[in-house]
């Protein structure tokens, strides 16, 4: 009955409570009923703890503020909400282009936007920091900057119309301050100096730091560029003006050095370019009379003008390419140097463009250059096949050469090579007959001297040998003329050691012209005719003495004769025909002239030689003349004086031996 009524209370709901009599309570606590009550009190406990769980998470969820909006996924369907709290945050670094993009966000904005009150105090602050902005770049002289940022200000904007008024102040000062600039331009281009001056004044009253300070110290730097400018043109001008490619060079290198920003360098440029041309076909006949280094120096002069500096690197390029192509040419064996020059020398040629006037030569040298790189790498293999120095790779090498052909610029050199090729061959073919002939002639001995040469003359006078056996067959016919001719020259030495000179010249005399001893026959000659020379002129001398020494007796003979006494009487005086007429029975003397005794000069002794004679001295014989007779004046005494006899002619051969000159 009691499950019955809860039944019924729970199916009403929780209005229909059942009233309890005291009467009734006895039955409420029971063990039974007791559970069950409790079992509906925690119900109803965790039905009202739920419920208050979800009021207290409503209540947050009223109170807290909502989550931020994701502004780097921002899109043109995203809420202006978003849009605007986006560009505000953006905005707070202060950064330029974050504030150029709210500006152009909220710009377009018109007064019926529910957020445009809200967006009207962001763009003005944001304008205010633009306009600041372009302050700041007028100050550093960038008007066209200050403009483009005052544009990006919205008509929209509180700051528009401010923005709109200082831009147009700027640009009116700013066309004040070009006009100043202009007119000193001007002045500064027509040289008037003084002009330039007072330009420069004015432009220093104006109160902007851009033109007051800047723009007038610019100028007054311009200025003493330009005063030095049409110093330097001027002597440049003096300088080219003698036509010369050295006085030439140095005025393009003075007006080289005027600075490019003034009117005098615009002005100069006809003249520059009129030099370096002048000097860049001076250049060129170098280059064609092969002075490549007076061509390089000239190109280098040119290289100091821009326009033309591409054209002399063209001619520095060319000459250099001929440079190395003379360092690879060679007559004689081609090597690894000389190909790498001939390849540098095209590398170079082929760096001159096609709009160089030099390209044409450039093409024209680098053909030959070609050409000859191909002949000569042909040459190279050639010279490693003859560098085995065997008879079939020397004909290999030959056969290689052989394939240049005749109108090749490599041409002569394989001519050479093939030459010096086949003269190897040969040598190699003759050697072992001059070898054979060379031992046949080591016993020295006539019978095999003679055998040697008839085997040397197997080589033919065409074969590349034939010098070195003719030197051979010369020496040994030397050699047999020395062994016959030796004997004769001996025994003529013999006779001279013996003192007959004459025999020796005989028998000296016998080694005829063209002998192998006929040299130091004809020294010995020669010498051995000096002694005799020599005899005759002291027999000669020896004679003069005698004749002067009988002279000099004879005056001192005259001088000591006494006078006659002139105290002696009459009877002991002699007549006077006694003083003039001498005696019959004493005859006047007359001194006779001595006359020397015939020299035997094959009995005069001769001493033994003491040193051979040098091979090569040639004397000439002197010519021996006949020395006048001296005859003695007749004495004016009666009686001459004995004459001493003339001397030997042991005594008149000097004592040193005449052989031994030989």
């Known amino acids: 009955m009691m499950g019955n009524e809860f039944n019924q209370l729970a199916i009403s709901g929780a209005d229909a409570v059942p009233e309890i009599s005291v009467n009734q309570a006895p039955e409420l606590l029971h063990p039974e009923r007791r559970s069950h009550l409790w079992r509906w009190m925690l119900l109803g406990l965790t039905a009202c703890g739920v419920s208050g769980g979800m009021a207290i998470s409503a209540l947050i969820s009223l109170l807290s503020l909502p989550p931020a909006p994701d502004c780097q996924n921002l899109t043109t369907l995203s809420p202006d909400m978003e849009r605007l709290y986006c560009a505000q945050e953006a905005a707070r670094t202060g950064e330029l282009p974050h504030l150029l993009a709210g500006l152009d966000v909220l710009g377009q904005w018109t007064p019926a936007h529910p957020l445009y009150n809200e967006a009207q105090r962001s763009l003005k602050d944001w304008s205010t920091q633009v306009l600041a902005i372009a302050r700041r770049k007028v100050a550093d002289s960038d008007l066209k900057g200050a403009l483009d940022l005052v544009k990006r200000i919205p008509p929209s904007s509180p700051a528009y119309q401010e923005a709109q008024a200082v831009a147009k102040e700027w640009q009116d000062y700013w066309r004040q301050g070009e006009k100043i600039a202009i007119a000193a331009q001007a002045a500064m281009k027509a040289q008037d100096w003084a002009g330039v001056e007072l330009q420069i004044q004015a432009m220093r009253e104006m109160t902007q730091d851009y033109w007051r300070l800047d723009q007038a110290n610019a100028l007054t730097q311009q200025l003493l560029l330009e005063q030095q400018a049409r110093k330097t043109l001027a002597e440049a001008v003096k300088l080219a003006q003698t036509g010369q490619p050295g006085p030439m060079g140095t005025a393009i290198a003075l007006v080289s050095r005027v600075d490019q920003s003034t009117h005098t360098w615009k002005e100069l440029q006809p003249k520059l370019h009129q030099w370096s041309d002048a000097l860049l076909s001076f250049g060129f006949q170098q280059w064609q009379q092969g002075n490549l280094d007076q061509a390089i120096a000239a190109a280098q002069r040119v290289l100091l003008n821009p326009a033309l500096a591409e054209e002399a690197q063209n001619l520095v390029r060319l000459s250099q390419a001929r440079r190395l192509a003379w360092l690879g040419y060679t007559t004689w064996e081609p090597t690894p140097k000389h190909l790498v020059s001939l390849m540098e020398a095209i590398a170079a040629a082929q760096k001159i463009p096609t709009s160089s006037r030099f390209y044409q030569d450039a093409q024209a040298g680098l053909k030959h250059w070609q050409a000859q790189l191909e002949d000569l790498q042909t040459l190279q293999v050639a010279q490693m096949s003859a560098a085995l120095g065997q008879p079939a790779t020397l004909k290999l090498a030959i056969a290689q050469a052989k394939g240049i052909a005749a109108d090749s610029p490599r041409r002569l050199q394989a001519q050479t090579l093939v030459a010096h090729w086949s003269q190897e061959i040969e040598r190699k073919e003759d050697a072992p007959i001059l070898a054979v002939a060379r031992r046949m002639a080591q016993p020295a001995t006539i019978p095999a001297l003679k055998a040697a040469i008839e085997q040397a003359k197997l080589v033919s006078y065409k074969r590349a040998l034939a010098p070195e056996a003719n030197t051979l067959i010369a020496g040994w016919t030397a050699q047999i003329q020395t062994i ?130 040098p091979q090569r001295v040639e004397v000439p014989p002197p010519v021996l003349q006949e020395p006048p007779r001296i005859e003695a004046p007749p004495p004016v005494i009666e009686v001459p004086p004995p004459v001493p006899p003339a001397p030997s002619i042991e005594s008149s051969v000097p004592t040193q031996d005449p052989v031994a000159l030989l």
């Open 484 to 613: 016959e001719d030796q004997p004769i020259l001996d025994q003529a030495r013999a006779a001279a050691r013996r003192g007959r000179l004459g025999e020796a010249i005989q028998l000296a005399s016998g080694i005829v012209e063209g002998r192998a001893l006929y040299g130091q026959a004809q020294r010995a000659i020669n010498t051995w005719r000096a002694a005799i020379r020599r005899a005759e002129l002291a027999r000669i001398r020896a004679q003069q003495e005698a004749a002067r020494a009988a002279e000099q007796r004879l005056r001192e003979s005259q001088r000591d004769v006494p006078l006659p006494s002139t105290t002696w009487g009459a009877a002991q005086d002699p007549p006077a025909s006694a003083w003039t007429d001498p005696a019959p029975s004493v005859p006047r003397y007359s001194a006779p002239t001595p006359q020397p005794p015939a020299v035997n000069y094959r009995e005069a002794p001769v001493p033994s030689p003491l040193v051979e004679p």
